[in-house]
């Protein structure tokens, strides 16, 4: 069960909670980032002594949403049809007059297009979230993707998602919070992860106890950045680096061709038993623990950066691209002090500034090292946990509710 922290409410806040009634609205409630959320959400309700209510089709998070408390509303949320929509957004408005719903939140386009219009109907507040930076480059897509934009209050995942819809929604500006994606921290902790899970992990990877992981871990798609991190790697070979494993762990979620692109690419560049693609890990911090560096070399924007936090928490030195919302993780001149970085920024793309920043982190120090794995761990416990981004959109909520 996720642990909340509500010790900054006040009596008054928490009066303001208990015994109300909030509705998430999100298509499934499998995994990803906008589903997990809404369990963490309905975690800090319950805590806080709400209702915590989720219309959804359901999906594998079902039982980890009954486990915090939460009550799944089945409800075909990710309907997509007109018709359907609209008589979708009547069935809802009568669950919220009949389940007497003080706000629903709504996580995703299509529900909140039904959202939208069922809130109206039963007259009660309409927040939304901005989990991605949804892609929009004609005026129909654009006024599909505007709903996110008409909430009472627009929450964005990163000052980045943000930019794009004051850039997009420019009438939604007085309305815009930004609120980012939280971790669970007693779990991405490197105290919480026993050595053998580790070693469990080296041995299925087939790496050497005398070798260094570089790892991106990141479903296997073009813009993730996995073609580059080769190269990268080819480089640092012709340079002379030994004892390193590039291990790219992720899904290909049936991308056959990228796949069979990414091993002619190993062994063209002389990376047989050097790069490796491992498929999708279900311990991730472990996987983290067990890397000498993190590599998060996207050549797309991303609306948030998971993998460096978690990475950073994990006391793993990162190297990002400095495009998207990444950045945002990440501390690094010029943005910080050199005694400040907890990582490097480099350009997206750019193989040769990979391999640089690649090198500079594997020859770390043990005290430079270490040194950088605490200042890491504290700046994303304070910046990105999932204490601060429940107790921020609950806070949200108390205030709707006063208005």
């Known amino acids: 069960m996720t642990a909340v922290d509500l010790a900054p409410y006040g009596r008054g806040e928490r009066a303001s909670l208990a015994g109300r009634t909030i509705l998430q609205i999100v298509p499934r409630i499998d995994a990803g980032g906008a589903e997990r959320t809404t369990i963490d959400i309905a975690a800090a309700l319950v805590a806080a002594g709400a209702r915590a209510l989720v219309a959804s089709e359901g999906g594998r998070l079902t039982s980890e949403l009954q486990a915090v408390g939460g ?136 790496v050497a106890p ?86 998060v070399p996207s050549t797309e924007p991303e609306a948030f950066g998971r993998t460096a936090v978690e990475a950073q928490a994990m006391g793993a030195p990162v190297v990002v691209s400095d495009l998207g919302a990444v950045p945002e993780t990440v501390l690094s001149p010029p943005q910080s002090s050199p005694e400040g970085r907890t990582g490097w920024r480099v350009k997206a793309g750019d193989a040769e500034a990979l391999a640089d920043a690649l090198h500079t982190a594997l020859t770390l120090g043990a005290s430079a090292r270490e040194a950088m794995a605490r200042r890491a761990r504290a700046h994303v416990e304070g910046q990105f946990s999932l204490e601060r981004m429940t107790r921020e959109t609950l806070q949200v909520y108390v205030e709707m509710m006063e208005k």
């Open 71 to 206: 009550l799944l509303i089945p409800f075909p949320a990710a309907a997509k049809n007109p018709i359907s929509m609209l008589l979708n957004s009547r069935r809802l408005a009568r669950l919220i007059i009949a389940e007497r719903v003080d706000i629903v939140h709504a996580r995703s386009r299509a529900p909140a297009w039904v959202a939208l219009m069922a809130c109206r109907i039963a007259r009660v507040p309409f927040v939304t979230t901005f989990h991605g930076a949804y892609a929009g480059r004609t005026a129909l897509k654009l006024r599909y993707n505007s709903v996110m934009a008409r909430g009472d209050v627009v929450i964005a995942n990163s000052e980045y998602t943000a930019g794009l819809i004051t850039r997009f929604y420019p009438w939604a500006r007085a309305r815009l919070r930004v609120i980012h994606r939280g971790t669970d921290f007693s779990k991405f902790a490197p105290g919480a992860v026993e050595p053998a899970r580790v070693a469990r992990l080296r041995k299925a990877w087939d």
């Open 210 to 295: 005398d070798e260094r992981i570089v790892l991106i871990a990141a479903r296997l798609t073009g813009w993730k950045g996995q073609k580059v991190l080769i190269e990268a790697a080819r480089r640092l070979k012709e340079r002379g680096l030994e004892g390193v494993r590039y291990i790219m762990a992720g899904d290909p979620q049936g991308r056959g061709g990228y796949v069979k692109e990414l091993d002619t690419l190993i062994g063209k560049a002389g990376l047989k038993g050097i790069a490796s693609r491992v498929g999708h890990c279900a311990d991730m911090p472990a996987a983290f623990l067990a890397a000498s560096v993190v590599a």
